[in-house]
């Protein structure tokens, strides 16, 4: 059973960087793609990025050159750095396993909020 377990995220002030991760279980985070996702109040959930098994990421538009997807392997653990935080970056953070471009089941997550 595929566990993975959301760390890192709090209150930064715009302009500020945090570290999400993602502890996993049930699956090794080198051999698939891990993705992230967030959903922000009253809206749906978005796509934020994706590592391939390869180690090639993809990142939606809206954080492209502000945050960077990584894991350590040994620790199996997916990490999401965000830098230049801006307030409508504020939403909860989802890790997710295969299939990243339909996730099937979600985390409890963890709150990212950037005060302006």
């Known amino acids: 059973q595929v566990q993975l377990v959301e760390s890192g995220g709090g209150l930064v002030q715009a302009g500020g960087s945090l570290r999400l991760s993602c502890a996993a279980s049930?699956?090794?985070?080198?051999?698939?793609?891990m993705g992230w996702y967030r959903q922000a109040p009253g809206n749906e959930r978005e796509f934020v990025g994706v590592?391939?098994?390869?180690?090639?990421?993809n990142y939606a538009d809206s954080v492209k050159g502000r945050f960077t997807i990584s894991r350590d392997n040994a620790k199996n653990t997916v990490y999401l750095q965000m830098n230049s935080l801006k307030p409508e970056d504020t939403a909860v953070y989802y890790c997710v396993a295969p299939p990243v471009s339909r996730p099937n089941s979600w985390g409890q997550g963890t709150q990212v909020t950037v005060s302006s």
């Open positions: 049930g699956i090794t985070v080198s051999r698939n793609a």
């Open positions: 590592i391939t098994s390869g180690g090639n990421t």
